[in-house]
């Protein structure tokens, strides 16, 4: 760990930090090798001393964190920039399909009378609803964000207090 909470330090792969992947371990040097792991998720990281940066290289293209000094600052995929398109074409997918179920269900109602008159209603939530799942699922599958081994950190801190 770096001396202080409070003092800025500068990245080196002699001291512990935090993993940013499952913000549960510490990540350490290993011994012979020019990585890093943690001792948590057991990810390995290759260290960038001059650009104070780690990347992980089990992926591709390849999730790096760069130390700020005092945390690392969120995970950027190795020459991809997400920017505002990616987010508008994300909330595009979820809501212009939403909008177009809703709106013809809106506009062309069924008679009271008839029966199951509710699943346009119910068809225009599933819509939005299995939308945002597919986007939060592929954030996930972009960041590699470690459901399990968040999981695993609840479940023991849990059983040991
Ligand atoms: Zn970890």
Same mark, same amino acid.
């Given at each position: ?11 080196? @792969?002699? @001291?512990?930090?935090? &993993?940013?992947? &499952? ?14 792991? &943690?001792?948590? &998720? ?54 212009? #399909? ?9 506009? +062309? ?10 699943? #346009? ?10 939308? +945002?799942?597919?986007? +939060? ?8 964000? #470690? ?15």
């Amino acid at each position: 760990m770096p001396n202080s909470k409070f003092l800025k330090s500068s990245f080196n @792969d002699r @001291d512990e930090y935090p &993993c940013p992947l &499952c913000r549960v371990g510490k990540i350490r040097h290993m011994t012979l090798m020019e990585a890093m792991s &943690c001792d948590f &998720c057991h990810q390995i990281f290759t260290a960038d001393i001059e650009q104070q940066e780690i990347k992980m290289p089990s992926r591709q293209p390849p999730l790096i964190w760069r130390w700020n000094g005092f945390h690392w600052a969120e995970a950027q995929l190795e020459g991809v920039k997400l920017g505002w398109g990616y987010i508008m074409a994300a909330l595009a997918f979820i809501f212009l #399909p939403t909008a177009l179920m809703g709106g013809i269900a809106y506009h +062309f109602p069924l008679k009271a009378d008839a029966p199951l008159t509710w699943i #346009p209603y119910i068809w225009t939530g599933l819509t939005c609803f299995s939308h +945002f799942v597919i986007i +939060f699922w592929l954030v996930l599958e972009i960041y590699q964000i #470690p459901v399990m081994a968040y999981w695993r950190a609840i479940q023991q801190r849990l059983i040991s207090n």
